[in-house]
């Protein structure tokens, strides 16, 4: 089998640790010999053990190992965290061919992990589907690369162009099909954000009943703490963060985030939540907060749900996206989503 082939299948197995691995990257390794895939394994959790431990511990007969070319999505980890370091795992077991997809930006590995690996004489080729990796650890890479997290903006506009109708009020705009979706997004993103007009007139619980997965962290922007405390997000059932002008003590599962008035807002949100090692955010409303990051070029992808039939007589405009790329269109019951792209 072709290096191409084996890491493609390495690439499989890691996107099986979709939603679950987060702050971590996914990871996926495959160890051959003599042309047959003797053992396999990814990183199915945070904490749990890595993807080169699992494939390795899938190996019946571990005395194969040493003529065995190993391929792993990601560079072996070179440091003891909450697990001991994946390259002296190879080493240990006498592994002398390593494939790699792509380096590990992370201060704690960078290089440091194929520096272990040459030095106890493996034979080490990186690169082979290296944008293949960098697309699947987008949110991994960009957190690392950009110092903030992954942003992901989504919203449901009506056919003839409008987010909410003209009070504010809630107006349901995509269908079932787009609903359930939207909560399959959730289960995949480490935190999900909205701004007060969509905490006060949507009264989201931004959690995933509709798909089985776990619900993000919820993040509200309340500047001056307006938004009454019976309103779902405050309700204490999943991890809440408040990013607030004003002084206030945090509570059981709500944490309130005292920013700077004299310091633009986002910039500083961005900033914590890097501290708070959240890889990624979904951007879920409102108008204000979605276009406050487009025009502050703080986005990386946007998913936006057009109706095709529903209309409203006046209300407010959805945001443009003159500098996205629009990467592709599909119809999804009765809506069409548009994927966009920062240029």
């Known amino acids: 089998m072709s290096d191409e082939r084996c890491m493609q299948r390495a690439l499989e197995l890691a996107r099986l640790g979709n939603g679950c691995t987060s702050p971590n990257p996914m990871v996926g390794c495959v160890v051959v010999h003599d042309g047959q895939i003797i053992g396999e394994g990814w990183h199915k959790q945070h904490g749990g053990p890595h993807a080169e431990v699992n494939a390795i ?25 909450k697990t001991p370091p994946c390259a002296d795992l190879l080493i240990s077991h006498g592994v002398k061919d390593v494939v790699i997809c792509n380096t590990d930006p992370n201060p704690l590995v960078a290089g440091r992990g194929i520096k272990k690996l040459f030095e106890a004489g493996t034979q ?29 903006l989504k919203w449901a506009e009506t056919a003839d162009g409008f987010i909410a109708a003209a009070n504010y009020q809630q107006e349901q705009i995509s269908g079932v099909l787009a609903q359930r979706l939207v909560h399959k997004w ?26 089985h997965g776990s619900s993000p962290l919820r993040i509200v922007i309340d500047k001056n703490l307006l938004l009454p405390p019976h309103l779902h997000l405050f309700d204490g059932s999943q991890p809440t963060v408040v990013y607030t002008y004003k002084e206030q003590e945090s509570r059981e599962n709500v944490h309130f985030v005292q920013l700077r008035e004299d310091e633009p807002m986002l910039p500083q949100i961005m900033q914590e939540l890097h501290q708070r090692n959240v890889l990624s955010v979904m951007v879920e409303g409102g108008t ?47 809506d069409q989503l548009l994927h966009y792209h920062n240029r």
């Open 186 to 211: 959730r289960s995949e993103e480490q935190a999900i954000m909205v701004g007060s007009r969509t905490a006060l007139y949507d009264n989201p619980r931004l959690n995933t009943r509709l798909w």
């Open 57 to 81: 511990a899938s190996v019946e007969d571990k005395s194969l190992l040493p003529k065995s070319r190993v391929y792993v999505t990601l560079e072996p980890c070179s440091h003891y965290g």
């Open 288 to 334: 204000f907060l979605l276009e406050s990051l487009l025009q502050a070029n703080l986005w990386d992808e946007a998913l936006v749900f057009k109706s095709l039939h529903k209309t409203i007589p006046a209300g407010v405009k959805a945001p443009g996206m003159a500098f996205g790329k629009l990467s592709s269109i599909q119809t999804i019951g009765l």
């Open 124 to 152: 080490v080729k990186v690169g082979v589907l290296e944008e293949e990796g960098l697309e699947l650890n987008r949110r991994f890479f960009t957190f690392h690369s950009r110092k903030r997290p992954y942003l992901t």
